[in-house]
């Protein structure tokens, strides 16, 4: 390591800091500070976060899981999974086709069975053989997100920018998609293609893409591997939910803690100067501001989740899928807050060291990993006691 003179100024504000006296304890706590009103609110959505829905309730006819917390598991309600769901796709000549017609590009793996007195059978889907692009999608936790949600576009059209003057190899870029509440192209901010630009969106996307509940913002029931003439045996064909439960998801969502910041020691912050040093820090933002928010937590907040919340071109690491604004190569940099709690890394889950993921990392990546291999034993210890701090 080469900046001995900024060590003991790190080392200075890291300890003098410490952790931000608003953090949540554990992880799946509230956000602090909460009026009763909104812990009251946060405690409904957990529970529906938590609830399985059943077929008479609108399930399917074809899902992945029957409830939010299927998923979103580790390690508290609301966290990510090893769990993985499946995308496809066809790309010919350079160009990505979803295969929408035989029910692309999410696959619904599972199927209600015999509709109700029907001899109807619903089945899950599988990827079509005509599909030359399959790629597993890992469960990420939700912890945090409310701070993201409740940063403004201009933050991440600035930082785009910033990237571009200062950093141009390694520049992000903002993912414009359409916000289906409002028709107006807003940041993507979520998912790791950022296919989807609020936590409110995405619970209505959520709720039909993975559970089969028709919604307010998703109103039409996704047609088993595409074939919508199946969906004369729906069973439940009247609109699912009303929008109450997107208003639960996103309130517990929206009201659930940053991951608590683990123990730091002198490797982990010595750790963060080598991660910095050699080009993570670049995407890997350390540092975020929020707007105004009614929530007091959220409001004008300085957040840590080392992500830029930015897509980047990732060579051979991107997944193939073309979704929102994100191309098949580009993909969205992965938030590192809570990292000791992951298990499998990656957006497919095949990594499972953090030396695997990092070796991983091509394209505008590719210069970083280059470095982070050519430290010296004790500069790489340093950054993986720093990533396991996180
Ligand atoms: C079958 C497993 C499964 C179920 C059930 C599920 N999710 Fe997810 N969730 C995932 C996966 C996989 C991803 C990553 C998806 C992607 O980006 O393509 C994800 C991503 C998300 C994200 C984006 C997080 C981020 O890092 O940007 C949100 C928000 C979310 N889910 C909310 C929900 C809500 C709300 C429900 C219930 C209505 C739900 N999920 C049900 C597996 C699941
Ligand atoms: C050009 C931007 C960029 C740079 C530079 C970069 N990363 Fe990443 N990182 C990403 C993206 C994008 C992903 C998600 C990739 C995927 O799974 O498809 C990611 C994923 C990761 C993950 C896996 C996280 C998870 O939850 O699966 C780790 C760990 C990680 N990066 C560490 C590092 C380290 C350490 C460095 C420096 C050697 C680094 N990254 C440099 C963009 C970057």
């Given at each position: 390591m080469r900046i001995p003179n900024a060590v003991p100024l790190v080392l200075f504000v890291s300890l003098a800091l410490?952790?931000?006296?608003?953090?949540?304890?554990?992880?799946?706590d509230p956000l602090p500070n909460l009026t009763p009103a909104q812990a009251a609110a946060f405690e409904a959505g957990k529970e529906e976060f938590a609830a399985n829905e059943e077929v008479d309730e609108?399930?399917?006819?074809?899902?992945?899981?029957?409830?939010?917390?299927e998923c979103h598991t580790?390690?508290?309600?609301g966290g990510g999974s090893t769990r993985l769901e499946t995308r496809f796709g066809r790309v010919v000549n350079g160009v990505f086709d979803p295969l929408t017609q035989f029910g692309?590009?999410?696959?619904?793996?599972q199927g209600i069975g015999p509709a109700d007195g029907s001899p109807h059978t619903f089945h899950g889907e599988v990827p079509p053989s005509v599909a030359n692009r399959v790629a597993g999608r890992r469960t990420t936790p939700l912890f945090g997100l409310g701070f993201v949600d409740a940063t403004p576009d201009g933050t991440f059209l600035a930082l785009a920018l910033t990237q571009a003057l200062f950093t141009p190899s390694t520049a992000g870029k903002v993912a414009l998609v359409k916000?289906?509440?409002?028709n107006q192209l807003q940041v993507g901010k979520f998912g790791w293609k950022n296919q989807v630009p609020t936590l409110f969106v995405f619970s209505g996307d959520a709720y039909l893409n993975e559970m089969g509940i028709t919604n307010p913002l998703f109103p039409d029931e996704s047609c088993p591997s595409g074939n919508c003439?199946?969906?004369?045996?729906?069973?439940?064909?009247?609109?699912?939910?009303?929008?109450d439960g997107l208003v639960a998801f996103n309130d517990f969502m929206t009201m659930l803690g940053a991951p608590p910041r683990g123990p730091q020691t002198l490797s982990s912050i010595l750790g963060e100067v080598v991660f910095t040093q050699i080009g993570c820090?670049?995407?890997?933002?350390?540092t975020l501001q929020t707007g105004s928010s009614p929530i007091a937590a959220l409001n004008n907040a300085t957040y840590h989740?080392?992500?830029?919340?930015l897509l980047h071109d990732?060579?051979?690491?991107?997944?193939?899928i073309q979704q929102g604004a994100a191309g098949q190569r580009e993909m969205r940099?992965?938030?590192?807050?809570?990292?000791?709690?992951?298990t499998t890394f990656l957006h497919d889950g095949r990594a499972t060291t953090l030396d695997a993921a990092i070796l991983a990392?091509?394209?505008?990546g590719k210069a970083a990993r280059d470095k982070f291999n050519a430290l010296s034993a004790t500069d790489k210890g340093y950054v993986r006691a720093f990533l396991k701090s996180l």
């Open positions: 410490g952790p931000p006296a608003a953090q949540a304890a554990n992880f799946g609108g399930l399917g006819p074809v899902f992945n899981g029957r409830g939010c917390g580790t390690p508290a309600l692309g590009s999410l696959i619904q793996n916000n289906i509440q409002n003439a199946e969906l004369a045996f729906n069973p439940f064909p009247a609109l699912n939910d009303t929008g820090g670049s995407c890997h933002v350390g989740p080392f992500s830029d919340f990732m060579g051979t690491l991107g997944d193939g940099t992965a938030p590192l807050w809570g990292l000791r709690q992951v990392h091509d394209g505008q």
